[in-house]
Structure formats: C-alpha cells, structure tokens
C-alpha cells in the first residue's frame, strides 16, 4: 500500500481505490460488530456512521447532526437509508447502490417525529421482523426515543454506537489511502494559512485564505467546524475559534484548519512565528511540545499502549520544566470517517480505558502546552496524522516545523 497521495481524481491511467468495493468492507465491518454484539439491527444518525454505511454526502444545518439524515443495519441487506426531503431526489439519481430509501422530517417537532416513527420507520420494523428486536441506537434526541418506546414497546434499545466505533477502529487499506489524500490536502492549507501570517493580517484573514485553498483542492469542509487560527496571547490559554484579533510581530500563531475529502479527515496543525525573532520562554515552550511529539509517536507501535505514549508526551515535556502545563483535554485522538473519535491518548478524565496500539488505527496526536505572561503569546500546539503499522509509528503530515522557535 502506498505511503503517500496519488490525487483525488477518478482517472483511467492507474487504479485507485474503487468505492464499491470500500463500501462492501465497511458495511462488512459493521455487520460483523453488529452480530458480536447481539443486535438485530443498528439505527444510525451521527454523521459519520450513516456516511460510513451509506456514503451519503449531506448538507450540514448547524446544530442539527443526529437529526437529518439516518442509516439502519440489518442482517443480509444492504443499509437503509432514512434522509432528508432535500437530499431525496440526488439519492434516487445518482446513488444507485442505495435499494432502499424513506423520506424523513428533521428528527425535532414532536408530532412530526411521532409520524416519523408510527408512518415511516415503524412499517420498515414491521417489515423485517425488528418490532420486538434488539436494536442498537447510536444517537438520538429524546422526542425520537420516547415514540420508539411508546410505538413499539417491546423493542430492546441498545448501545448501537460502540459497535459502529469498533467497526471503525481498524482502517481498512482503501481507508488510509482516503486518509493519505485528505492529509495531503490538510498540509496545503496550513501551507498556505501559513504563508497568509504576517504583522497586520487578522486571524480570520489567514482563514479566508486556507479555506479558498481547502475548496480549490476538492475539500469537503475543515476539519472542525469552527477553524482554529489562535495569535498571540489569544494561545494562552487557547482561544479555539478564529478572530477579528490583529496578528502582531512577535505571536506565536497557531493553525489547525485541516480538510475532509472524500468523507475522510485529515487533522494536522502547526505553531508558526511572526517576525524574525522569538524570546527565550516562546523557543522553550515550543521546544517541549516538539520533543513531546516525537518522543509521543514513537511509543505508538503495536503492543506499546496509549498510557505508554502519554508518559512519554509528559516525560518529554517535564524535562523543561512543563509537564504539568498541558491543555485540559486529551493528547491524540482517533481520527477517520469521523473528525475526532475513539481511542484516546493521554485521556485524564474518570473512565479513560488503556488501549494497545494495534496496525490500521490511525490518530491525530496534538500536545498543546501553554504558558500565561509572555509577551507574544505562549501556547504551542504541533500535530500530526499517525498510522499505526507493524514497523512502528507512519507520520502522514509533512508541513514543516518553525526551526526559528527551537531552542539551539
């Protein structure tokens, strides 16, 4: 398998990955967690398991995930797929792998929901045997839950998300080519978010450009859905939007814009100087967070855990005085068909499982350290893509790092 991106193009000169074939391994995947599982079936609303399933490429309403478009998983048939008015007439021209489709409301107006539930998804339960099954549910508003109990009584629900995120916990080949890609297009726009830095411009400003670059390259959208361009003070501590805040000679700038394309996230991030010349307490903090990141992503092999990386995050940081200076969240993340998903790194909160590193996990590893008082800002955050391989550690992202802001 190749180890970097060919292009994003349905071209004819070489083979690339065939989506078909993709799709029938995911959906594969997922029956197989289904079935370990003891589910009859799994209903499915979040983004990135009805995408995962279906391959649907919605329009995103803000503050509506969960309640547009949905997926449900039964044995020996291809996904169902329960969508929006508006994406209807697309699905049935030119999505011909889905056999099965059910106009649906937004899953919000009580009324409407209860007609969703008694009038379109009940007969589909109805249909295949499920009114009195197990059936996993990975997300759902209230109103939804309780018309399911009230319609259907004597059906079981059950935890149909962890057997979603374990189906995509292991990227299959085809899946970390489309990481590749989307990599590749994330390193360009912090490419050119960082070639956008200078005295004068506004942090959104340096948005506006990465985000022209994201969509002429074929990106779906950012990585998150708020772009995180921090200068200056506004590091620390971490302001994680973008601003009007004017960037000044002498910020650290951090940038961590990312892309989707194809469905897939790719998640990278970089800390930038402004200016010429960075103090002695700006090169120590980004100093510890490089160091973190290397001495982090080498601990991530098979058969090391994420504990073991973590400790090596904070070992590496210590030895500058800053191992108790990390942001209050979580040092990597899975990262996939969805922007930000299970396992964990260096997850501090009550609960957080040890995990092995296993090959075909793929993460975003992101140490942010900051430091409140100095003049141009003092918080540093570098992060890279990670596949887990049987040789050790593969770094996707290949933006440079400021050699500017290290120690000598």
């Given amino acids: 398998m190749d180890r970097y991106a060919r292009g994003g193009f349905n071209i004819t000169y070489e083979e690339r990955v065939d989506p078909r074939a993709l799709r029938a391994r995911r959906i594969a995947r997922a029956q197989e967690q289904r079935d370990r599982a003891g589910l009859d079936a799994i209903l499915v609303w979040k983004d990135e398991n009805q995408r995962y399933l279906t391959d649907l ?14 997926a449900l998983l039964i044995e020996g048939k291809a996904p169902i797929l329960f969508c929006s008015g508006g994406e209807r007439d697309r699905v049935d021209r030119t999505m011909p792998w889905i056999g099965e489709v059910h106009t649906i409301p937004i899953v919000e107006e009580r009324a409407l929901v209860d007609g969703l539930v008694k009038d379109i998804l009940g007969p589909v339960l109805h249909q295949y045997g499920l009114a009195e099954a197990k059936l996993g549910l990975d997300e759902g508003n209230m109103v939804f839950v309780k018309a399911l109990e009230r319609h259907f009584p004597k059906l079981a629900l059950e935890d149909g998300d962890t057997p979603m995120q374990l189906a995509r916990r292991i990227k299959l080949p085809e899946e970390i080519v489309m990481l590749e890609e989307a990599t590749a297009i994330a390193d360009a726009v912090c490419a050119t978010a960082t070639a956008t830095v200078a005295d004068g411009v506004r942090e959104c400003d340096v948005v506006a450009e990465a985000m022209h ?30 601003s009007d805040k004017l960037i000044r000679n002498g910020d650290l700038v951090f940038i961590d814009i990312g892309a989707a394309w194809n469905g897939y996230f790719g998640d990278m991030a970089r800390t930038v100087l402004c200016g010429e010349h960075a103090s ?43 191992g108790g200076r990390y942001l209050s969240l979580f040092i990597g993340h899975g990262v996939g068909i969805g922007a930000n998903e299970p396992p964990y790194v260096g997850e501090t909160l009550p609960g957080a499982p040890t995990y092995e590193f296993e090959p075909g996990m793929v993460f975003a590893i992101e140490p942010l350290i900051w430091v409140e008082g100095i003049r141009g800002g003092g918080g540093v955050r570098l992060e890279e893509m990670v596949l ?14 400021d050699e500017r802001l290290m120690l000598g």
Avoid: W
């Fill in 213 to 242: 670059t994201l969509y002429t390259l074929g990106g779906e959208y950012s990585h998150v859905t708020t772009p995180f361009v921090a200068s200056g003070e506004h590091m620390a501590p971490p302001n994680r939007i973008c």
């Fill in 57 to 70: 490429r919605p329009q995103i309403i803000h503050g509506k995930s969960t309640a547009l478009n949905g």
């Fill in 388 to 401: 887990v391989t049987e040789d050790g550690p593969h770094v996707m992202s290949r933006a440079p790092f």
């Fill in 280 to 322: 002695d307490d700006q090169k120590k903090v980004y100093t510890a967070v490089y160091e973190s990141l290397k001495a982090g992503i080498a601990e991530m092999r098979p058969g090391r855990t994420n504990k073991q990386s973590a400790e090596a995050f904070i070992g590496a940081a210590d030895r500058y005085g800053l």
